[in-house]
Nanobody, 126 residues
């Protein structure tokens, strides 16, 4: 049974930082690209960041580029999202997702992901 468990969310003031973690189990982690998405209240779930299975390639939404960093530790089956210079508009539930890398698939597209976590709330106060 595949499980993705996010942690590290919370309440932070604008300008602050948080580090999200996503621990994966039940899958061969090194075969999967990983992504972070977020969903604000009343809005659709949107792409935030993605990383290839090797960690050698990353991709970011324009809204977080330069502030967020995605990384992974294949030995620990964990993916991270370091979030700096947080803004109130970053407030959302953050989800990690796993995408089996067989050929190319767009990491920004939700439907390309095979597994999802339950999400962790991030709230940024102004």
């Amino acid at each position: 049974q595949v499980q993705l468990v996010e942690s590290g969310g919370g309440l932070v003031q604008a300008g602050g930082s948080l580090r999200l973690s996503c621990a994966a189990s039940g899958l061969t982690f090194s075969r999967y690209g990983m992504g972070w998405f977020r969903q604000a209240s009343g809005k659709e779930r949107e792409f935030v960041a993605a990383i290839r299975w090797s960690g050698g390639s990353t991709d970011y939404a324009d809204s977080v580029k330069g502030r967020f960093t995605i990384s992974r530790d294949n030995a620990e089956n964990t993916v991270y999202l370091q979030m700096n210079s947080l803004k109130p508009e970053d407030t959302a539930v953050y989800y990690c997702a796993a995408r089996l890398e067989v050929g190319y698939s767009d990491p920004r597209v939700r439907s390309n992901y095979n597994y999802w976590g339950q999400g962790t709330q991030v709230t940024v106060s102004s």
